[in-house]
């Protein structure tokens, strides 16, 4: 399985993850945070993905997750602050997964993992 790796630019953030969220469906992410300081821990393993968002004003990443079959509220909300770079990776099909990469002003990455993805936007 081959795949692509891209790097979104800085001024199209905002409208991806806005498009991305209105596709999402019924998805489920694992999210992965790497650190020189934290080494590698599973913040979130297998919960459904309801929403990425970039504010631009605050400079902040929002990754908003639940858990399966409790509509009633977010049960994960991680923040990325001053986000510096983002890469997407996809496969060659849409049916494959989607892998999201956001890496901070302190050098840690968080790590998006999304399993059968929608339809990506084109960012």
Do not use: C
């Not at 979130?44 to 993905?49: C, I, K, P, S």
């Not at 639940?66 to 990776?89: F, H």
């Not at 892998?99 to 929608?118: A, K, L, S, Y």
């Amino acid at each position: 399985m081959a795949t692509t790796t891209r790097e979104l630019p800085r001024e199209t953030w905002r409208e991806y993850f806005d498009e991305l969220s209105r596709t999402l469906g019924t998805v489920e992410a694992t999210v992965e945070v790497i650190g020189r300081d934290l080494g590698s821990q599973t913040e979130a393993e297998r919960l459904l993905l309801t929403g990425i968002t970039y504010d631009d004003r605050d400079d902040v990443l929002v990754i908003g997750l639940d858990s399966p079959g409790d509509e009633t509220k977010e049960d994960l909300e991680r923040v990325v602050d001053r986000p510096r770079r983002i890469q997407i990776a996809t496969g060659e099909t849409p049916s494959e997964e989607l892998t999201i990469n956001v890496e901070d002003g302190e050098g840690h990455q968080t790590i998006v993992h999304v399993e059968r993805p929608p339809a990506l936007p084109k960012g």
